[in-house]
Structures are given as structure tokens and as C-alpha cells.
């Protein structure tokens, strides 16, 4: 069975970082598109970053480009998402994909779903 477990998130000061990480079993991250996704209070669910894990790949909203950064590890079967320099509007739960073609970053172009981790950036 397809499981993905998210973990990584807390409270965070604005200006700081953390890394989530999303480890996959019942299948391999290779030839798979692995997003992250969040959704905030009151707010739609919106595509953050996504990568191919055949062939590297990636993709970022424009929020969050050159601030976070997708990265994958094959062997352990695990995608991270560094975030750094997180803002307030940050402020979510985080959700990993999984995506049986290239990556996009639309929500319902996805399979199977993380429980989510929280990620919370206040002073």
C-alpha cells in the first residue's frame, strides 16, 4: 500500500527555517512526481513545490520561489522542502503528493496524500 508521512513542522519565527520531510513506502520516488501542498485557514488548497523524482525536475509557486527549495533522497525514499526566510503567510498545513506522472503543481492532479504536518511562523 501507498503510505506518505510528513514530518518537519512547528512554530517558527518570522526570518527562520525548517525542513520537511516526506518518506514514501509502497513504491519508489523514481518516475513519480512528489508535491508539496498547503492550506491555511479559510484558503484554498495551493501547490508550493513539486519535483520529478525520474528525472529531477522541479516546480515552485511564485510565493515561495528562491525562498524554499525541493530535494529528494532515492535511497531513503524520502523528498524534503527547505524553507527559509519563512514569513507569517507561510502559516499551514503542509501536505506531501504523490502523482503517478511529472510533476505539476495542481492539487487534483494528485493520487495519494499525506496527513500533514504544521507549520506555524510567528513572533
Known amino acids: 500500500q501507498v503510505q506518505l508521512v510528513e514530518s518537519g513542522g512547528g512554530l517558527v519565527q518570522p526570518g527562520g527555517s525548517l525542513r520537511l520531510s516526506c518518506a514514501a513506502s509502497g513504491f519508489t520516488l523514481d518516475y513519480y512526481g512528489i508535491g508539496w501542498f498547503r492550506q491555511a485557514p479559510g484558503k484554498e488548497r495551493e501547490g508550493v513545490s513539486c519535483i520529478s523524482s525520474g528525472d529531477g525536475s522541479t516546480d515552485y509557486a511564485r510565493s515561495v520561489n528562491g525562498r524554499f527549495t525541493i530535494s529528494r533522497d532515492n535511497a531513503k525514499n524520502t523528498v524534503y522542502l527547505q524553507m527559509n526566510s519563512l514569513k507569517p503567510e507561510d502559516t499551514a498545513v503542509y501536505y506531501c503528493?504523490?502523482?503517478?506522472?511529472?510533476?505539476?503543481?495542481?492539487?487534483?492532479?494528485?493520487?495519494?496524500w499525506g496527513q500533514g504536518t504544521q507549520v506555524t511562523v510567528s513572533s
Open positions: 503528493a504523490v502523482r503517478l506522472r511529472v510533476c505539476v503543481l495542481s492539487p487534483g492532479e494528485y493520487d495519494y
